[in-house]
């Protein structure tokens, strides 16, 4: 039968498991992702199986982790996502968040932009560690998203973003995602983008503070190049704060927004 086996085609005998495939492929490997999923030993292959054969704990090559990646993902979704460029204008709660997110799933390019540096209240909702403090976000966040998946590219800015500087900073982003806590900083950037940038789709959020129902943190389109996450109400003030769980909703709102237009699943 043919199989492929962490990217390679092999030749085997009809009739073995994964298991005995394992032992004779790459001994000690404990790990078995068949055909994009975690399967047992005992799993009789068939003609056409794809495996990635891994020891836990070893970190793997390149080649292996997008491999490895591509596997766990749908079929040619992973190519895609790895051309793609996408801006992040802010790294706080909601672009910290955003980026790890990307960086995850393979994004081959993140460009993301910041003038701030990481202090002790940004810890308890914001992608960072404690021995960070006082180190640029976005160098922070640079260290961190190498760690994640060091084979992609991350572009870092140290700058406060204006109307000078946010096309020339994303100009080669089809995807800018806005994540800054002002509100007149949101409408500046969305404002900028929608009209120096006519190629260029925002993915804005509004509404994450406090601890209010999940479910009330929705997605939108509101125009054809706009797409606003978040409950669209809740405003951080006294006694609603920023926290980690409610931002983080909406962060992945805006990441997978950011993954659904990639992939041409927007409209």
Do not use: W
């Not at 672009?95 to 540096?117: K, P, T």
């Not at 002790?120 to 960072?128: A, D, I, V």
């Not at 590219?153 to 995807?175: K, M, Y």
């Not at 006519?198 to 797409?227: E, F, H, K, Q, W």
């Amino acid at each position: 039968m043919n199989i492929c086996i962490n990217e390679k085609p092999a030749r085997i005998e009809k009739g073995l498991t994964l298991g005995a495939v394992a032992t004779l492929y790459r001994e000690g490997a404990d790990i078995l992702i068949l055909n994009g999923f975690p399967a047992p030993a005992d799993t009789k292959l068939k003609d056409g199986d794809e495996l990635f054969l891994i020891r836990r704990g070893e970190i793997p090559t390149e080649e292996e982790l997008e491999g490895l990646m591509a596997a766990r993902h749908t079929p040619g979704v992973h190519t895609r996502l790895k051309q793609a460029s996408v801006g992040i204008a802010g790294v706080g709660g909601l672009g910290s968040a955003v980026a790890v997110a990307l960086a995850r799933v393979g994004v081959g390019r993140l460009v993301i932009a910041d003038f701030d540096v990481v202090e002790p209240s940004n810890l308890n909702r914001q992608q960072y560690f404690i021995d960070q403090i006082g180190h640029y976000k976005v160098d922070a966040l640079s260290c961190n998203l190498q760690r994640i998946n060091p084979y992609i590219a991350v572009e870092s800015h140290r700058l406060l973003l204006g109307p000078e500087n946010i096309a020339a900073t994303f100009a080669d982003c089809r995807i800018v995602v806005e994540a800054f806590d002002r509100a007149e900083m949101k409408a500046m950037l969305v404002n900028n983008v929608l009209e120096s940038m006519p190629s260029c789709t925002i993915v804005a959020a509004s509404g994450v503070a406090g601890y209010g129902p999940n479910n009330s943190i929705t997605t939108r389109r509101v125009s054809r190049r706009l797409y606003l996450a978040g409950d669209m109400v809740s405003e951080a003030e006294a006694g609603s704060g920023l926290m980690a769980p409610r931002v983080g909703i909406a962060a992945h709102h805006q990441a997978n927004q950011v993954i659904r237009i990639l992939l041409g699943e927007d409209e």
